[in-house]
Protein backbone atom coordinates (compact mmCIF):
# COMPACT_ATOMS: atom_id res chain seq x y z
CA UNK A 1 0.00 0.00 0.00
CA UNK A 2 2.90 2.38 0.04
CA UNK A 3 2.46 2.90 -3.47
CA UNK A 4 -0.86 4.04 -3.18
CA UNK A 5 0.14 6.05 0.05
CA UNK A 6 2.98 7.94 -2.31
CA UNK A 7 0.25 9.09 -5.01
CA UNK A 8 -2.69 9.99 -1.86
CA UNK A 9 0.26 11.82 -0.10
CA UNK A 10 0.50 14.26 -3.87
CA UNK A 11 -2.82 15.22 -3.32
CA UNK A 12 -2.30 17.10 -0.46
CA UNK A 13 0.14 19.52 -1.76
CA UNK A 14 -2.86 21.48 -3.26
CA UNK A 15 -2.88 24.84 -0.85
CA UNK A 16 -7.05 25.03 -1.36
CA UNK A 17 -9.51 23.85 0.59
CA UNK A 18 -10.51 22.52 -2.26
CA UNK A 19 -8.20 20.35 -2.64
CA UNK A 20 -7.35 19.07 0.53
CA UNK A 21 -11.04 18.23 0.71
CA UNK A 22 -10.59 16.15 -2.58
CA UNK A 23 -7.48 14.68 -0.94
CA UNK A 24 -9.20 13.31 1.70
CA UNK A 25 -11.91 11.85 -0.25
CA UNK A 26 -9.88 9.83 -2.35
CA UNK A 27 -8.25 9.03 0.22
CA UNK A 28 -11.25 7.26 2.57
CA UNK A 29 -12.17 6.06 -0.99
CA UNK A 30 -8.74 4.07 -1.55
CA UNK A 31 -8.43 3.09 2.17
CA UNK A 32 -12.00 2.29 3.42
CA UNK A 33 -14.24 1.94 -0.36
CA UNK A 34 -15.34 -1.44 0.15
CA UNK A 35 -16.82 -0.52 4.03
CA UNK A 36 -18.42 2.77 2.96
CA UNK A 37 -19.94 0.79 -0.21
CA UNK A 38 -21.95 -1.73 1.61
CA UNK A 39 -22.67 0.93 4.27
CA UNK A 40 -24.27 3.27 2.10
CA UNK A 41 -26.25 0.99 -0.07
CA UNK A 42 -27.69 -0.85 2.82
CA UNK A 43 -28.42 2.67 4.35
CA UNK A 44 -30.04 3.48 1.47
CA UNK A 45 -32.04 0.27 0.87
CA UNK A 46 -33.08 1.13 4.62
CA UNK A 47 -34.23 4.48 4.07
CA UNK A 48 -36.72 3.15 0.33
CA UNK A 49 -37.70 0.48 2.70
CA UNK A 50 -38.94 3.05 5.39
CA UNK A 51 -40.30 5.09 2.31
CA UNK A 52 -42.43 2.11 0.70
CA UNK A 53 -43.35 1.12 4.07
CA UNK A 54 -41.91 -2.16 3.54
CA UNK A 55 -42.96 -5.00 6.86
CA UNK A 56 -40.42 -5.60 9.55
CA UNK A 57 -39.75 -9.34 8.43
CA UNK A 58 -38.59 -7.83 4.92
CA UNK A 59 -36.03 -5.17 6.09
CA UNK A 60 -34.87 -7.90 8.73
CA UNK A 61 -34.28 -10.43 5.64
CA UNK A 62 -32.52 -8.25 3.80
CA UNK A 63 -30.17 -7.11 6.61
CA UNK A 64 -29.41 -11.03 7.51
CA UNK A 65 -28.31 -11.53 3.88
CA UNK A 66 -26.35 -8.27 3.58
CA UNK A 67 -24.39 -8.98 7.02
CA UNK A 68 -23.50 -12.65 5.83
CA UNK A 69 -22.28 -11.55 2.33
CA UNK A 70 -19.74 -9.26 3.95
CA UNK A 71 -18.81 -10.94 6.77
CA UNK A 72 -18.30 -14.58 5.15
CA UNK A 73 -16.76 -13.10 1.94
CA UNK A 74 -14.15 -11.32 3.99
CA UNK A 75 -13.62 -14.50 5.89
CA UNK A 76 -13.10 -16.70 2.71
CA UNK A 77 -11.31 -14.06 0.38
CA UNK A 78 -8.68 -12.76 2.95
CA UNK A 79 -6.20 -15.56 3.16
CA UNK A 80 -6.04 -15.77 -0.89
CA UNK A 81 -6.07 -12.13 -1.22
CA UNK A 82 -2.84 -11.64 1.02
CA UNK A 83 -0.90 -14.19 -0.91
CA UNK A 84 -1.92 -13.02 -4.17
CA UNK A 85 -1.45 -9.05 -3.58
CA UNK A 86 2.54 -10.51 -2.85
CA UNK A 87 2.04 -12.47 -6.29
CA UNK A 88 1.08 -9.41 -8.09
CA UNK A 89 3.28 -7.07 -6.20
CA UNK A 90 7.00 -9.76 -7.15
CA UNK A 91 5.34 -9.23 -10.79
CA UNK A 92 5.28 -5.02 -11.18
CA UNK A 93 8.92 -5.24 -9.21
CA UNK A 94 10.55 -7.52 -11.93
CA UNK A 95 7.66 -5.61 -15.01
CA UNK A 96 6.37 -9.41 -15.77
CA UNK A 97 2.91 -8.82 -16.64
CA UNK A 98 2.36 -11.11 -18.96
CA UNK A 99 0.10 -13.35 -16.04
CA UNK A 100 -1.51 -10.43 -14.04
CA UNK A 101 -4.81 -10.18 -15.38
CA UNK A 102 -4.95 -14.16 -16.55
CA UNK A 103 -4.19 -14.49 -12.47
CA UNK A 104 -7.05 -11.91 -11.38
CA UNK A 105 -9.81 -14.63 -13.41
CA UNK A 106 -7.71 -17.53 -11.55
CA UNK A 107 -8.75 -15.94 -7.98
CA UNK A 108 -11.65 -14.93 -8.73
CA UNK A 109 -12.51 -18.60 -10.24
CA UNK A 110 -11.05 -20.42 -6.76
CA UNK A 111 -13.05 -18.24 -4.75
CA UNK A 112 -16.33 -18.47 -6.25
CA UNK A 113 -16.01 -22.29 -6.43
CA UNK A 114 -15.53 -22.26 -2.80
CA UNK A 115 -18.05 -19.46 -2.21
CA UNK A 116 -20.81 -21.39 -3.91
CA UNK A 117 -19.53 -24.69 -2.31
CA UNK A 118 -20.04 -22.64 1.34
CA UNK A 119 -23.52 -21.25 -0.22
CA UNK A 120 -24.85 -24.87 -1.63
CA UNK A 121 -24.51 -26.07 2.30
CA UNK A 122 -25.91 -23.24 4.00
CA UNK A 123 -28.77 -22.85 1.67
CA UNK A 124 -29.56 -27.06 1.09
CA UNK A 125 -32.05 -26.79 3.90
CA UNK A 126 -32.95 -23.57 3.91
CA UNK A 127 -37.30 -22.84 3.80
CA UNK A 128 -36.12 -19.59 1.59
CA UNK A 129 -37.60 -19.32 -1.84
CA UNK A 130 -35.80 -19.61 -4.77
CA UNK A 131 -35.61 -15.99 -5.26
CA UNK A 132 -34.20 -14.91 -1.86
CA UNK A 133 -31.56 -17.92 -1.84
CA UNK A 134 -30.03 -16.32 -5.56
CA UNK A 135 -30.17 -12.82 -4.75
CA UNK A 136 -28.36 -13.62 -1.49
CA UNK A 137 -26.16 -16.14 -3.35
CA UNK A 138 -25.11 -13.22 -5.96
CA UNK A 139 -24.47 -10.74 -3.39
CA UNK A 140 -22.57 -12.57 -2.05
CA UNK A 141 -20.12 -13.82 -5.12
CA UNK A 142 -20.45 -10.17 -6.36
CA UNK A 143 -18.79 -9.20 -3.18
CA UNK A 144 -16.15 -12.01 -3.32
CA UNK A 145 -15.58 -10.81 -7.16
CA UNK A 146 -14.76 -7.23 -6.19
CA UNK A 147 -12.78 -8.33 -2.63
CA UNK A 148 -10.28 -9.97 -5.72
CA UNK A 149 -10.40 -7.35 -7.94
CA UNK A 150 -9.14 -5.22 -5.04
CA UNK A 151 -6.03 -6.54 -5.03
CA UNK A 152 -5.16 -5.27 -8.65
CA UNK A 153 -6.84 -1.94 -8.10
CA UNK A 154 -4.69 -0.71 -5.47
CA UNK A 155 -1.37 -1.03 -8.29
CA UNK A 156 -3.49 1.03 -10.76
CA UNK A 157 -3.11 4.36 -9.05
CA UNK A 158 -6.00 5.66 -11.21
CA UNK A 159 -8.41 7.51 -8.38
CA UNK A 160 -10.71 9.13 -10.81
CA UNK A 161 -11.99 5.31 -11.66
CA UNK A 162 -12.07 4.03 -9.02
CA UNK A 163 -14.08 7.23 -7.37
CA UNK A 164 -16.60 6.58 -10.86
CA UNK A 165 -16.76 3.34 -10.43
CA UNK A 166 -18.05 3.57 -6.86
CA UNK A 167 -20.25 5.89 -7.01
CA UNK A 168 -21.56 4.79 -10.50
CA UNK A 169 -22.34 1.24 -8.55
CA UNK A 170 -23.99 2.83 -5.69
CA UNK A 171 -26.11 4.89 -7.57
CA UNK A 172 -27.42 2.21 -9.77
CA UNK A 173 -28.18 0.17 -6.59
CA UNK A 174 -30.10 2.72 -4.91
CA UNK A 175 -32.18 3.65 -8.31
CA UNK A 176 -32.88 -0.27 -9.12
CA UNK A 177 -33.99 -0.75 -5.81
CA UNK A 178 -36.53 1.68 -6.51
CA UNK A 179 -37.80 0.72 -10.03
CA UNK A 180 -38.27 -2.93 -8.64
CA UNK A 181 -39.73 -1.97 -5.65
CA UNK A 182 -42.31 0.55 -7.40
CA UNK A 183 -42.89 -1.60 -10.45
CA UNK A 184 -42.57 -5.20 -9.81
CA UNK A 185 -44.31 -7.65 -7.60
CA UNK A 186 -41.42 -8.94 -6.34
CA UNK A 187 -41.34 -8.96 -2.43
CA UNK A 188 -39.24 -6.45 -0.83
CA UNK A 189 -36.25 -8.81 -0.05
CA UNK A 190 -35.95 -9.99 -3.39
CA UNK A 191 -36.39 -6.34 -5.03
CA UNK A 192 -33.67 -4.98 -2.81
CA UNK A 193 -31.18 -8.02 -2.92
CA UNK A 194 -31.86 -7.95 -7.14
CA UNK A 195 -31.27 -4.19 -7.52
CA UNK A 196 -28.27 -4.22 -5.17
CA UNK A 197 -26.89 -7.26 -7.34
CA UNK A 198 -27.03 -5.35 -10.44
CA UNK A 199 -25.05 -2.16 -9.00
CA UNK A 200 -22.49 -4.43 -7.96
CA UNK A 201 -22.31 -6.44 -11.00
CA UNK A 202 -21.66 -2.90 -12.96
CA UNK A 203 -19.10 -2.31 -10.30
CA UNK A 204 -17.65 -5.32 -10.75
CA UNK A 205 -17.53 -4.83 -14.57
CA UNK A 206 -15.78 -1.15 -14.55
CA UNK A 207 -12.94 -2.73 -12.17
CA UNK A 208 -12.30 -5.50 -14.74
CA UNK A 209 -12.11 -3.32 -17.29
CA UNK A 210 -9.54 -1.36 -15.95
CA UNK A 211 -7.57 -4.02 -14.63
CA UNK A 212 -7.59 -5.08 -18.01
CA UNK A 213 -6.88 -1.52 -19.56
CA UNK A 214 -3.84 -1.37 -17.54
CA UNK A 215 -2.27 -5.13 -17.43
CA UNK A 216 -3.68 -5.93 -20.99
CA UNK A 217 -5.73 -8.77 -22.10
CA UNK A 218 -4.84 -12.22 -20.78
CA UNK A 219 -3.67 -13.99 -24.26
CA UNK A 220 -2.35 -17.30 -23.34
CA UNK A 221 -1.83 -16.21 -19.69
CA UNK A 222 -1.96 -18.32 -16.92
CA UNK A 223 -4.52 -18.05 -14.69
CA UNK A 224 -2.96 -20.31 -11.53
CA UNK A 225 0.44 -19.60 -11.53
CA UNK A 226 0.38 -17.53 -8.46
CA UNK A 227 -0.07 -21.13 -6.44
CA UNK A 228 3.33 -21.15 -5.97
CA UNK A 229 2.97 -18.57 -3.58
CA UNK A 230 0.71 -20.54 -1.35
CA UNK A 231 4.22 -22.61 -0.27
CA UNK A 232 6.27 -19.27 -0.09
CA UNK A 233 3.93 -17.43 1.87
CA UNK A 234 1.25 -19.93 3.43
CA UNK A 235 1.96 -18.19 6.80
CA UNK A 236 0.80 -14.92 5.05
CA UNK A 237 -2.63 -17.24 4.71
CA UNK A 238 -3.09 -18.26 7.98
CA UNK A 239 -2.40 -14.53 9.35
CA UNK A 240 -5.10 -12.97 7.18
CA UNK A 241 -7.58 -15.91 7.25
CA UNK A 242 -7.10 -15.89 11.42
CA UNK A 243 -7.48 -12.35 11.85
CA UNK A 244 -10.53 -11.69 9.31
CA UNK A 245 -12.29 -14.40 11.23
CA UNK A 246 -11.23 -13.04 14.82
CA UNK A 247 -12.39 -9.77 14.26
CA UNK A 248 -16.12 -11.21 13.54
CA UNK A 249 -16.07 -14.14 15.90
CA UNK A 250 -17.22 -12.33 18.24
CA UNK A 251 -20.95 -11.37 16.79
CA UNK A 252 -21.09 -15.16 15.40
CA UNK A 253 -20.29 -16.23 19.17
CA UNK A 254 -23.19 -14.35 20.31
CA UNK A 255 -25.25 -14.66 17.29
CA UNK A 256 -25.04 -18.62 18.04
CA UNK A 257 -25.02 -18.76 22.15
CA UNK A 258 -26.97 -15.94 23.79
CA UNK A 259 -30.74 -14.68 23.58
CA UNK A 260 -29.60 -11.64 22.02
CA UNK A 261 -29.63 -13.71 18.87
CA UNK A 262 -32.60 -13.75 16.32
CA UNK A 263 -33.43 -15.99 13.57
CA UNK A 264 -34.34 -14.92 9.72
CA UNK A 265 -36.57 -17.17 7.99
CA UNK A 266 -35.12 -20.02 9.72
CA UNK A 267 -31.97 -19.76 7.91
CA UNK A 268 -29.81 -16.94 9.48
CA UNK A 269 -28.97 -16.34 12.34
CA UNK A 270 -27.73 -12.24 13.72
CA UNK A 271 -27.89 -10.28 16.78
CA UNK A 272 -28.85 -6.73 15.31
CA UNK A 273 -28.32 -4.67 18.41
CA UNK A 274 -24.71 -5.84 18.71
CA UNK A 275 -23.90 -5.93 15.20
CA UNK A 276 -25.03 -2.11 15.20
CA UNK A 277 -23.33 -1.12 17.83
CA UNK A 278 -20.22 -2.69 16.62
CA UNK A 279 -20.55 -1.22 13.24
CA UNK A 280 -20.44 2.51 15.04
CA UNK A 281 -18.06 1.25 16.75
CA UNK A 282 -15.50 0.49 13.90
CA UNK A 283 -16.00 3.42 11.85
CA UNK A 284 -14.33 5.03 14.28
CA UNK A 285 -11.30 3.54 13.43
CA UNK A 286 -11.58 4.73 9.69
CA UNK A 287 -9.62 7.62 9.95
CA UNK A 288 -6.40 5.65 11.66
CA UNK A 289 -6.35 3.84 8.27
CA UNK A 290 -6.27 7.06 6.07
CA UNK A 291 -3.85 8.71 8.26
CA UNK A 292 -1.56 5.37 8.47
CA UNK A 293 -1.89 4.93 4.64
CA UNK A 294 -0.67 8.64 3.80
CA UNK A 295 1.35 9.37 6.33
CA UNK A 296 3.11 7.20 8.58
CA UNK A 297 3.34 3.72 5.98
CA UNK A 298 5.13 6.61 3.53
CA UNK A 299 8.06 7.92 5.49
CA UNK A 300 8.71 4.68 7.27
CA UNK A 301 8.75 3.12 4.04
CA UNK A 302 11.57 5.86 3.23
CA UNK A 303 13.82 4.83 5.99
CA UNK A 304 13.21 1.23 5.68
CA UNK A 305 14.22 1.44 1.91
CA UNK A 306 17.54 3.18 2.76
CA UNK A 307 18.11 0.49 5.28
CA UNK A 308 18.02 -2.37 3.05
CA UNK A 309 19.68 0.04 0.15
CA UNK A 310 22.93 -0.07 2.67
CA UNK A 311 22.71 -3.43 3.14
CA UNK A 312 22.59 -4.30 -0.80
CA UNK A 313 24.62 -1.81 -2.03
CA UNK A 314 27.47 -3.11 0.75
CA UNK A 315 27.62 -0.09 2.77
CA UNK A 316 30.12 -0.10 5.73
CA UNK A 317 28.50 -1.32 9.19
CA UNK A 318 28.47 2.58 10.70
CA UNK A 319 26.10 3.35 7.72
CA UNK A 320 23.99 0.29 8.48
CA UNK A 321 23.80 0.58 11.93
CA UNK A 322 22.94 4.72 11.40
CA UNK A 323 19.75 3.87 8.65
CA UNK A 324 19.09 1.41 11.40
CA UNK A 325 18.88 3.63 14.00
CA UNK A 326 16.63 6.15 11.52
CA UNK A 327 13.94 3.82 10.52
CA UNK A 328 13.27 2.19 14.80
CA UNK A 329 12.97 5.65 15.65
CA UNK A 330 10.57 6.74 12.41
CA UNK A 331 8.60 3.53 12.97
CA UNK A 332 7.90 4.03 16.60
CA UNK A 333 7.82 7.72 16.07
CA UNK A 334 5.20 7.08 13.06
CA UNK A 335 3.34 4.80 15.33
CA UNK A 336 2.51 6.92 18.38
CA UNK A 337 1.46 10.14 16.62
CA UNK A 338 -1.15 8.00 14.74
CA UNK A 339 -2.12 6.50 17.51
CA UNK A 340 -2.31 9.42 19.37
CA UNK A 341 -4.52 10.90 16.23
CA UNK A 342 -6.61 8.27 16.54
CA UNK A 343 -7.32 8.20 20.55
CA UNK A 344 -8.53 11.90 19.57
CA UNK A 345 -11.44 10.40 17.15
CA UNK A 346 -12.53 7.85 19.62
CA UNK A 347 -12.52 10.19 22.49
CA UNK A 348 -14.44 12.44 19.84
CA UNK A 349 -17.05 9.07 19.39
CA UNK A 350 -16.89 8.17 22.88
CA UNK A 351 -18.26 11.48 24.28
CA UNK A 352 -21.05 11.64 21.17
CA UNK A 353 -21.96 7.98 20.71
CA UNK A 354 -24.50 8.13 23.80
CA UNK A 355 -26.88 10.84 22.42
CA UNK A 356 -26.06 9.81 19.03
CA UNK A 357 -27.15 6.13 19.41
CA UNK A 358 -29.85 7.78 22.32
CA UNK A 359 -31.43 9.70 19.00
CA UNK A 360 -31.23 6.62 17.39
CA UNK A 361 -33.49 4.16 19.91
CA UNK A 362 -30.90 2.19 20.83
CA UNK A 363 -31.33 0.37 24.01
CA UNK A 364 -29.27 1.66 26.71
CA UNK A 365 -27.76 -1.87 27.34
CA UNK A 366 -25.74 -1.29 23.79
CA UNK A 367 -25.04 2.15 24.65
CA UNK A 368 -23.13 1.13 27.81
CA UNK A 369 -21.63 -1.62 25.72
CA UNK A 370 -20.85 1.24 22.83
CA UNK A 371 -17.89 2.49 25.25
CA UNK A 372 -16.25 -0.51 25.48
CA UNK A 373 -16.07 -1.25 21.84
CA UNK A 374 -15.06 2.15 20.93
CA UNK A 375 -11.48 0.68 22.49
CA UNK A 376 -12.37 -2.32 21.50
CA UNK A 377 -11.81 -1.17 17.30
CA UNK A 378 -9.13 1.10 18.68
CA UNK A 379 -6.80 -1.60 19.51
CA UNK A 380 -7.59 -3.58 16.63
CA UNK A 381 -6.59 -0.81 14.35
CA UNK A 382 -3.34 -0.32 15.73
CA UNK A 383 -3.17 -4.36 16.06
CA UNK A 384 -3.59 -4.24 12.46
CA UNK A 385 -0.96 -1.98 11.61
CA UNK A 386 1.38 -4.12 13.61
CA UNK A 387 0.95 -6.55 11.08
CA UNK A 388 1.82 -4.27 8.47
CA UNK A 389 4.96 -3.76 9.66
CA UNK A 390 5.47 -7.46 10.35
CA UNK A 391 4.55 -7.58 6.54
CA UNK A 392 7.11 -5.34 5.84
CA UNK A 393 9.80 -7.05 6.93
CA UNK A 394 8.25 -10.04 5.85
CA UNK A 395 8.55 -12.01 9.75
CA UNK A 396 5.71 -14.14 8.79
CA UNK A 397 6.25 -16.72 11.69
CA UNK A 398 5.58 -13.55 14.09
CA UNK A 399 2.22 -12.80 11.89
CA UNK A 400 1.41 -16.17 12.79
CA UNK A 401 2.12 -15.95 16.51
CA UNK A 402 -0.02 -12.95 17.29
CA UNK A 403 -2.89 -14.00 14.81
CA UNK A 404 -2.91 -16.92 16.61
CA UNK A 405 -3.01 -15.36 19.91
CA UNK A 406 -5.43 -12.63 19.02
CA UNK A 407 -8.32 -15.74 17.61
CA UNK A 408 -7.43 -18.21 20.43
CA UNK A 409 -7.82 -15.08 23.39
CA UNK A 410 -11.18 -13.71 21.35
CA UNK A 411 -12.89 -17.25 21.13
CA UNK A 412 -11.85 -18.54 25.12
CA UNK A 413 -13.19 -15.38 26.26
CA UNK A 414 -15.93 -14.45 24.74
CA UNK A 415 -17.22 -18.34 25.05
CA UNK A 416 -16.11 -17.79 28.46
CA UNK A 417 -18.50 -14.56 28.87
CA UNK A 418 -21.10 -15.93 27.53
CA UNK A 419 -21.19 -19.32 29.24
CA UNK A 420 -20.64 -17.78 32.89
CA UNK A 421 -21.53 -13.95 32.50
CA UNK A 422 -24.13 -13.25 30.36
CA UNK A 423 -24.82 -10.10 28.80
CA UNK A 424 -22.45 -7.44 31.15
CA UNK A 425 -19.45 -9.66 29.18
CA UNK A 426 -20.89 -8.48 25.58
CA UNK A 427 -18.48 -6.15 24.40
CA UNK A 428 -16.38 -6.21 27.42
CA UNK A 429 -14.33 -9.80 26.48
CA UNK A 430 -13.62 -8.42 22.91
CA UNK A 431 -11.60 -5.39 24.66
CA UNK A 432 -10.06 -7.89 26.81
CA UNK A 433 -9.17 -9.91 23.75
CA UNK A 434 -8.00 -6.92 21.42
CA UNK A 435 -6.26 -4.98 24.48
CA UNK A 436 -4.10 -8.70 24.92
CA UNK A 437 -4.01 -9.26 21.52
CA UNK A 438 -2.57 -5.71 20.82
CA UNK A 439 -0.14 -6.10 23.93
CA UNK A 440 1.56 -9.42 22.86
CA UNK A 441 1.96 -8.09 19.04
CA UNK A 442 3.18 -4.79 20.69
CA UNK A 443 6.10 -7.05 22.17
CA UNK A 444 7.04 -9.38 19.20
CA UNK A 445 7.38 -5.73 16.99
CA UNK A 446 9.77 -4.48 19.59
CA UNK A 447 11.44 -7.75 20.21
CA UNK A 448 11.71 -8.15 16.25
CA UNK A 449 12.77 -4.70 15.72
CA UNK A 450 15.89 -4.87 18.49
CA UNK A 451 17.10 -7.86 16.38
CA UNK A 452 16.57 -6.96 13.32
CA UNK A 453 20.76 -7.46 12.09
CA UNK A 454 20.02 -10.68 13.18
CA UNK A 455 17.06 -11.57 11.46
CA UNK A 456 18.17 -10.12 8.52
CA UNK A 457 21.97 -11.53 8.18
CA UNK A 458 21.79 -14.65 10.43
CA UNK A 459 18.37 -15.57 10.59
CA UNK A 460 17.90 -16.25 6.95
CA UNK A 461 19.10 -20.08 5.11
CA UNK A 462 22.48 -19.78 3.59
CA UNK A 463 21.25 -21.71 0.71
CA UNK A 464 17.39 -20.87 -0.58
CA UNK A 465 15.69 -24.01 -0.97
CA UNK A 466 12.31 -23.79 -2.19
CA UNK A 467 9.54 -25.70 -0.05
CA UNK A 468 6.98 -27.20 -3.30
CA UNK A 469 4.23 -28.65 -1.94
CA UNK A 470 0.94 -29.76 -3.72
CA UNK A 471 -0.16 -26.15 -4.83
CA UNK A 472 3.26 -25.56 -7.07
CA UNK A 473 2.90 -29.32 -8.01
CA UNK A 474 -0.41 -28.53 -9.38
CA UNK A 475 1.07 -25.22 -11.40
CA UNK A 476 3.73 -27.55 -12.54
CA UNK A 477 1.29 -29.74 -13.68
CA UNK A 478 -0.84 -27.64 -15.65
CA UNK A 479 1.94 -25.18 -16.88
CA UNK A 480 5.05 -26.66 -16.71
CA UNK A 481 8.33 -26.94 -13.86
CA UNK A 482 9.25 -22.88 -14.68
CA UNK A 483 5.77 -22.05 -13.53
CA UNK A 484 7.05 -20.71 -10.45
CA UNK A 485 10.19 -18.71 -12.17
CA UNK A 486 8.89 -15.23 -13.15
CA UNK A 487 11.24 -14.82 -16.22
CA UNK A 488 11.31 -11.24 -17.24
CA UNK A 489 12.88 -11.70 -20.57
CA UNK A 490 10.10 -14.01 -21.52
CA UNK A 491 7.94 -11.78 -20.90
CA UNK A 492 9.86 -8.92 -22.94
CA UNK A 493 9.49 -11.38 -25.64
CA UNK A 494 5.70 -12.02 -25.42
CA UNK A 495 5.27 -8.25 -25.33
CA UNK A 496 7.64 -7.81 -28.57
CA UNK A 497 6.06 -10.26 -30.79
CA UNK A 498 2.29 -8.52 -29.89
Known amino acids: MAGVGFELKKLFRARTVAGHLKAYSFSVLITTGPFILLTGMVLAVQLLFWVFHVPLYENHLFVASSVYAFIFSQILSAGFAKVVTRYVSDCISIESYRDVTASCFGLITILLLLGSIAAGIFFWHSPLSLLEKMGAYLFFSLLLTIWAENVYLTALKKFKALLWGFAAGVSLSVLCVYLLLKTTAFTPAVSALMGVNMGLAVMSGLFLS?????????????????????????????????????????????????????????????????????????????????????????????????????????????????????????????????????????????????????????????????????????????????????????????????????????????????????????????????????????????????????????????????????????????????????????????????
Request: proline letters at 3%.
Open 210 to 498: QIIRFFGIPQGGRHFAFLPHFDRDWRLFVYALLFSSGVFLPNIIIWMSTDWGHTVADTYRYAPLYDIVTFYAFLSILPLMVIFVVYMETRFYETYANYFQAITQKGNFNDIEAMRKTMIHTLWFELRSAMEFQFLITMVFLACGSYILAWAHIETKAINMFDVLLMAAYFIGVFQILGIIFEYFDAQRQLVRISIVFFGVNAILNMLGVLFAGEISYGFTFFLAAAISLGYAWQQLSHYVKRIHYYVFCGQPMFYQQHVGWPTLLARRMYGPTVDAMDKEDDILHETSK
